[in-house]
């Protein structure tokens, strides 16, 4: 009766080392992807840019006949976009930011004043006063800062870091500019012979669509912040750039950005204006929210991938909570992917069974 107990432990000894084993494996791993999760991410946002930029090389190709010269002219362009911007928004957006937050508590008070804030804060027994005289305390007192920004130090190592990143992202770019064919090619091989022409296929609309959707809505976004700075500067709000910045960064995020932008402008707006002008403010960008989002966007998102509105929101959620505003951005591009790959491979094959 000994030895078949003596299997038994010897068994389970045997099975808890392998797990125990499989367990600082997985945290290996985990920790590894831990430690390269910025690089991860800089593929990533090159990835994406590069399918963005793929319709415009695509178009020059045709022209110029050869990948190179239009891979040459779009690269020019985009450094010459960038330099624009550079040399004329940049300043002012410093400058503004800068005063925006000085004037962050004295915003905050204000807004603490209006009358329907004041109203809303009675029935809630002063809450949200105590809440806005807290931070506007907290963003006054100088000490406070350095724990605020993370000290002088880790400012400028934060600094340095996004321009490290901005750099890599650029040259990822470049790189995969230059050889998405050849990269295709390679994924394309490892599939069986006989597949290989119906994943080429799936392959080419996935990046397609992609490509599509990331353009398209960096020129929704771009056209919503040009008309929010106009209706600002005709409207005389302070921070109009910072606001309109603001704007296109959230104007990334379908559905939810546009409505989180106009919500911010509104209330930096009536915080800062007459009700007359907030009152102004709000009905253009409201008006031009609805615009954009039933005319606009389906005219320039028609060809892309069309995502869910639930699908979207979840997506946002998910990839904001993992990598804030970026991670926002970059998963809603991965969820289309995901979303085209179901449509076109496993609901096919479900049809079939």
Same mark, same amino acid.
């Given at each position: 009766?000994?030895?078949?107990?003596?299997?038994?432990?010897?068994?389970?000894?045997?099975?808890?080392?392998?797990?125990?084993?499989?367990?600082?494996?997985?945290?290996?791993?985990?920790?590894?992807?831990? !430690? /390269?999760?910025?690089?991860?991410?800089?593929?990533? =946002? &090159?990835?994406?840019? %590069? @399918?963005? *930029?793929? +319709? #415009? $090389?695509?178009?020059?190709?045709?022209?110029?006949?050869?990948?190179?010269?239009?891979? !040459? /002219?779009?690269?020019?362009?985009?450094?010459?976009? =960038? &330099?624009?911007?550079? %040399? @004329?928004? *940049?300043? +002012? #957006? $410093?400058?503004?930011?800068?005063?925006?937050?000085?004037?962050?508590?004295?915003?905050?008070?204000?807004?603490?004043?209006?009358?329907?804030?004041?109203?809303?804060?009675?029935?809630?027994?002063?809450?949200?006063?105590?809440?806005?005289?807290?931070?506007?305390?907290?963003?006054?007192?100088?000490?406070?800062?350095?724990?605020?920004?993370?000290?002088?130090?880790?400012?400028?190592?934060?600094?340095?870091?996004?321009?490290?990143?901005?750099?890599?992202?650029?040259?990822?770019?470049?790189?995969?500019?230059?050889?998405?064919?050849?990269?295709?090619?390679?994924?394309?091989?490892?599939?069986?012979?006989?597949?290989?022409?119906?994943?080429?296929?799936?392959?080419?609309?996935?990046?397609?669509?992609?490509?599509?959707?990331?353009?398209?809505?960096?020129?929704?976004?771009?056209?919503?912040?040009?008309?929010?700075?106009?209706?600002?500067?005709?409207?005389?709000?302070?921070?109009?750039?910072?606001?309109?910045?603001?704007?296109?960064?959230?104007?990334?995020?379908?559905?939810?950005?546009?409505?989180?932008?106009?919500?911010?402008?509104?209330?930096?707006?009536?915080?800062?204006?007459?009700?007359?002008?907030?009152?102004?403010?709000?009905?253009?960008?409201?008006?031009?929210?609805?615009?954009?989002?039933?005319?606009?966007?389906?005219?320039?998102?028609?060809?892309?991938?069309?995502?869910?509105?639930?699908?979207?929101?979840?997506?946002?959620?998910?990839?904001?909570?993992?990598?804030?505003?970026?991670?926002?951005?970059?998963?809603?591009?991965?969820?289309?992917?995901?979303?085209?790959?179901?449509?076109?491979?496993?609901?096919?094959?479900?049809?079939?069974?």
């Amino acid at each position: 009766m000994s030895a078949p107990t003596n299997i038994r432990i010897s068994h389970a000894y045997q099975i808890g080392l392998l797990g125990g084993l499989g367990v600082l494996t997985a945290l290996a791993v985990g920790n590894a992807i831990v !430690s /390269i999760a910025s690089i991860i991410t800089s593929i990533f =946002i &090159a990835f994406f840019i %590069t @399918l963005g *930029l793929e +319709p #415009l $090389i695509q178009l020059l190709e045709k022209r110029v006949k050869r990948r190179g010269y239009a891979i !040459s /002219i779009v690269a020019f362009g985009l450094l010459g976009v =960038i &330099a624009l911007v550079v %040399t @004329l928004i *940049l300043p +002012p #957006l $410093i400058s503004q930011t800068s005063y925006f937050i000085e004037n962050l508590p004295t915003l905050l008070r204000e807004f603490s004043q209006l009358p329907w804030i004041q109203a809303v804060d009675s029935r809630f027994g002063g809450t949200i006063s105590t809440a806005l005289n807290t931070s506007g305390e907290y963003l006054i007192d100088s000490k406070n800062w350095p724990n605020l920004l993370g000290g002088v130090v880790q400012v400028g190592i934060t600094l340095f870091n996004g321009a490290v990143a901005t750099l890599t992202v650029g040259i990822l770019t470049l790189y995969f500019m230059s050889s998405l064919h050849g990269i295709k090619a390679v994924g394309i091989n490892m599939v069986p012979k006989s597949s290989r022409k119906r994943v080429e296929g799936i392959v080419d609309q996935v990046f397609g669509s992609v490509g599509r959707y990331v353009m398209g809505q960096v020129t929704v976004a771009s056209i919503n912040a040009s008309i929010v700075f106009i209706v600002l500067l005709v409207a005389g709000v302070k921070f109009a750039v910072v606001l309109a910045f603001i704007n296109f960064l959230l104007v990334l995020i379908p559905m939810i950005g546009s409505l989180s932008g106009a919500a911010i402008i509104i209330l930096v707006t009536a915080a800062t204006m007459p009700p007359q002008t907030t009152l102004g403010v709000a009905i253009a960008v409201l008006v031009y929210t609805q615009i954009e989002a039933f005319i606009v966007s389906p005219r320039i998102m028609n060809r892309a991938v069309n995502v869910p509105a639930a699908l979207i929101v979840v997506s946002a959620l998910a990839g904001g909570s993992l990598l804030g505003l970026l991670g926002s951005l970059l998963a809603i591009p991965v969820a289309a992917t995901l979303l085209l790959i179901v449509r076109e491979v496993w609901v096919p094959h479900q049809n079939k069974r």
